[in-house]
Structure formats: C-alpha cells, structure tokens
C-alpha cells in the first residue's frame, strides 16, 4: 500500500488514528469537569495502566477536553528520580500569567504569584525572574520542605483561579517516578484542594504499581482519586483500532488478517499500531490478507526487538537481565517472587534487592505481596530471544572478614 497514506501512529504519545475502547473513560472525565466547573466535589483520576496502553495518549486528550471547557493547565511529565517542585513550579507560573493576562492584577492571583515566588526560591527552581508579586508572602510555601509547601501552592493557585471564575487542571504523567515524598506531597495538596472544594481537576497517569504507591503514601488517597484500569482494549475496540483507520484510506483488511493481528498483539495499542504500520507498508493491495500479516510478522518483531524493547533491556545490569530472564522462563506472568528465585537458584532474600531496583526501573511491579510481573507487555517472549539460555544466579559469598568474594 502507498506509505504516503500509512494511517498508524505507532511511537510514544502519538495521537492514534482512532482513539479505540476509551469513550467510557472519557464520558467520566467530562463529567468530572463538568462537576469541577460547577463546584461540586469531585475526585482527581489516576490512569493505571503498563506499558504502551495509552496512557500519554489519554492525557493529552483530557487535557484538550480541559482546556476546550476553559481550565487552566498544568502539565508535567515526571523523570525518572522526580523532580516535581522544578516542573510544576514554571507550568504554574504559566497559569498565573493566564490569570492575571486578561483583566490586570486580582488580589489572589498576586497573592498566589507571591506564594509561587516563595516555593521557587525554598527550592531553589530556575525558572526565570517571577515578574508577578515581587512581594514576598510571608511564611508561606517556603520551608522547604515538600509536604508543607506544595498544598500551601496549589491551594493559592486555585484561590486565585477562583477568582477569576475559572478551574485549575493538573496533568501528571508518569506518576510512579514521583519520589514517595513528591508523591505524599502531592496527595496532601490535592486533598487540601478538595476539602476547601476550590476548583480543581488532577489527572494522573503511570504503571500500575501507583495505586499501591499512593495508599501507602497517605491512606486517604484510596478516596480521594479514582483509579481506571487503561488495559489492552477489547475485541471489539481492538478491530476498530486497526480497521477504521484503513477503511478510511479505502483499504480493507480480511477477517483472518485481522484475527491474525489481534493474536500477536494481544490487542495492546502500541503493538496494533505497529503491525498496522508495517503490515500497510508491505501489503501488495487491498484486501489486506492474513498472508500480507504472517509474511510481516517477523520483521516487526525484529524491528521492535532493536528498539522498543532494546532501549528497556539495555539500562539494565546484567543481574537485573538474568532476573527478567528467569521471569520469562516462567510464562507470561504474574510470577510468585519465590518461584523467580528458585529458577535463579537462590533464596528470594538473596535477589530481593534486584527485584526493587527493577521496581524503581518501572521494569517490572507487583500486584500482590508475593508476587512479580512484567509492566511491558510481551517482554518475556523478548527475553527468551535476546537471552535463550537461562542461566542461574551465584551470589557472591562473604568471606569471613566480611570481604565479597566469588562463589565457586
Ligand atoms: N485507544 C487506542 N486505540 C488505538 N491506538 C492507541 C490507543 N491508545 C494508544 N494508542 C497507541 O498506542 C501507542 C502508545 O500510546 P501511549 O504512548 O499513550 O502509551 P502509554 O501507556 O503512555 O505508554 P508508556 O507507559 O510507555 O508511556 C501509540 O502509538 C498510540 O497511538
Ligand atoms: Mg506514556
């Protein structure tokens, strides 16, 4: 087919041609902001989902629905290592200058402008000279420390967004590389937000593990948030995914084709979007046939072998690849923990530092006490082939001295 009309969008946060299986998801959220707007309370959303499910992709939608009903916004991608107060803090500022563009100067909109200032300077955030409030408000957001200041911000930032009769929308991807301060920091200022019923709407997005994270950062963040599973789409969605965007383009696919793509992607957006892109550039014409789809198969696994799942295995020591491998030796997952160290040949004890570097990585989570899986989807197929052989773990002995010393 002409690659000049290929329709897929396969790479990370890329709008996809049709947004398939999330209009539920969407309908809640525009009701949320309805319910914002209208100063009812209203609980933030956090998007829990793995790997190239659709998160990004989510919150880039909301945030357009956000800002068509007119809400200012915030929105911040966290590194991994965190970093919030140095994000938030210049996408705040943003907001402010909204605020305070229109109509000249409110009395909290330089309030919060004072307020901001102080929480730039306590943690000492480059962003600029804050032309607005050059006045320090005093004692306020400057402690320096996170859980103090962060709701002392966000609390006058939405004081001052009431003020001018419009809502705050804080958008925040990648959640779980909050630091559990920035993490506790945030939930405490969200609830600050709410108990106030100032207006405001938190959208968060990451792997899994974020709910678990949160509950134990605060225990009221089981309420204050709802927590949607974006998980890989259904039948139905799956095949709009893949076939409207042909059909609009005048290309079809034959059923067996499209059983055949919804087989080897186990209908994860990023992997349909894949084989759509691919499979479109090599089929010789339309109908798209299960044929076009087997003959394609392989370079797509190769293509993402070299990079989707490469990047991922290659920031990864060799004991954090041996513990993936093993993982993969066991099925698709979820995993006892236990059972992973049996397959290493070690006690669970003995690896448990790996499996928490692996955690902090984003590489893999746990659902339950106990147990381990993998937070990119069909990562284990990709660890038997880039590692076929299993091989067990030897932990370095303690010599008597206390000295590391290699086990023979
Ligand atoms: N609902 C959907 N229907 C079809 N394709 C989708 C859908 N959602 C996302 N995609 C596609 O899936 C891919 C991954 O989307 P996105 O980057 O939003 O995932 P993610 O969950 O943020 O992944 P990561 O955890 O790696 O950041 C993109 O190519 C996007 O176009
Ligand atoms: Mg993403």
Known sequence: MDRRNNP???????????????????????????????????????????????????????????????????????????????????????????????TGTGQLVRRASSVLRNFVSAFMVKIGEIELGIERANGIADTGNLEQ????LMVAVCEAAKERHVALGIFLDEVQYLSSEELASLIVACHE???????????????????????????????????????????????AALVNPARNESVDFEDDAV????????????????????????????????????????GVIAHLDANFFRVRFDRLTPLQQKYLRAMAELGAGPYQTGEIAATLGVEATSVATVRQQLI?????WSQRHG???????????????????LEIHEPKRRSPRGRAKSAK
Not at 149 to 152: G, T
Not at 225 to 234: A, K, S
């Open 8 to 102: 897929y969008a396969p790479g990370a946060g890329l709008q996809p041609p049709e947004l398939a299986g999330r209009d539920r998801l969407l309908d809640e959220a525009t009701i949320d902001m309805d319910r914002v707007l209208g100063s009812r309370p209203t609980k933030g959303m956090m998007l829990l989902g793995l790997r190239g499910v659709g998160k990004t992709v989510l919150i880039n939608r909301l945030h357009g629905m956000a800002e068509d009903k007119g809400f200012r916004t915030a929105k911040v991608e966290a590194p991994e290592g965190g970093m919030l107060p140095q994000l938030l803090a210049p996408e705040l500022r943003q907001v402010l200058y909204q605020l305070d563009i229109k």
């Open 149 to 152: 200041d962060l709701p002392d």
């Open 193 to 239: 937000v709410a108990q106030r019923n100032l207006p405001m709407f938190f959208v968060g997005a990451g792997l899994p593990q974020i709910a678990a994270l949160a509950g134990n950062a605060k225990s009221y963040a089981k309420r204050l948030f709802t927590y949607p599973v974006v998980g890989p789409l259904e039948t139905v969605a799956a095949r």
């Open 259 to 298: 059983e055949e793509i919804l087989r080897v992607t186990d209908r994860y957006p990023y992997f349909i979007q894949e084989w759509g892109f691919h499979v479109w550039n090599s089929a010789p014409a339309s109908p798209i046939r299960r044929m076009d789809v087997e003959q394609t198969t392989p």
């Open 360 to 364: 902090n990585k984003g590489m893999v």
């Open 371 to 389: 147990e381990t899986a993998f937070t990119v989807p069909l990562f284990d197929e990709f660890m038997k082939r880039q590692m076929p052989k």
